[in-house]
């Protein structure tokens, strides 16, 4: 039974550049979320996906958008990247409509730097 | 100001010694959940607490819910290196969707 998966791994890119990062959900979970992680630092909730619309969103800029598809994987997209952009993005998945009976299951997260 | 708050923000004991990790929120609760997370890697699901008084175990590591105080601890016993970690509680504080948010963690150290 596949968990959480998460591509790529790491990433660099340059300020200014636009980049995508893509999550499938652990079998039998509908609901996505993602999560930026700054070190030294607990996980910022970004956005929440379900039924392909976002459901809930953090306090993140426009520059964060995302996605999820029919089969529900996601994708987020980071645009007009700046130095504080650099951080671990974690996807989490989740049952139910994401209700609070089901815990969130992560994946290993995608290190983006920003140089 | 942090809607979660973890106590020590580290820790370093001798193995075979117990300890104990606090987590408190500002606000009302719906759901607590502990995770273990070894540094630059994803989040590994401990335990969830629900109801005022829950008390949960998996393996030597225990967590309980005071509801009223709005806090939880999670209680190591007999500590291992394998326990070394950071180690987080999340939180519900809204109801209707999930809205998971995060303290800033405790990290764990454990001497042989």
């Known amino acids: 039974d596949a968990g959480v998966t998460q591509s790529p791994t790491h990433l660099i890119k340059t300020r200014g550049q636009q980049v995508t990062l893509r999550c499938s959900p652990k079998s039998g979970h509908d609901t996505v979320s993602w999560y930026q992680q700054a070190l030294g630092q607990g996980p910022q909730f970004i956005f929440q996906?379900?039924?392909?619309?976002?459901?809930q969103r953090g306090n993140f800029p426009d520059r964060f958008s995302g996605h999820q598809f029919p089969n529900y994987s996601s994708e987020l997209n980071v645009n007009a990247l700046l130095l504080g952009d650099s951080a671990l993005y974690l996807c989490?998945?989740?049952?139910?409509?994401?209700?609070?009976?089901?815990?969130?299951?992560f994946g290993n997260g995608t290190r983006l730097t920003v140089t | 100001s942090q809607e979660l708050e973890q106590s020590p923000q580290s820790l370093i004991v001798q193995e075979g010694k117990n300890l104990t990790i606090n987590c408190t929120s500002s606000k009302t609760l719906y759901g607590l959940y502990w995770y273990k997370q070894k540094y630059g890697e994803g989040l590994i699901f401990l335990m969830m607490l629900q109801k005022g008084g829950e008390e949960k175990s998996h393996e030597k590591i225990t967590a309980k819910l005071d509801e009223k105080k709005q806090q939880s601890s999670l209680h190591i016993t007999a500590s291992q290196p394998s326990h070394a970690g950071i180690y987080l509680c999340g939180a519900g504080h809204s109801g209707g969707y999930q809205k998971v948010t995060f303290g800033t963690g405790t990290k764990l150290q454990v001497i042989p």
């Open positions: 996906y379900y039924e392909e619309e976002e459901r």
């Open positions: 989490a998945s989740s049952q139910r409509g994401g209700s609070y009976n089901s815990p969130l299951h």
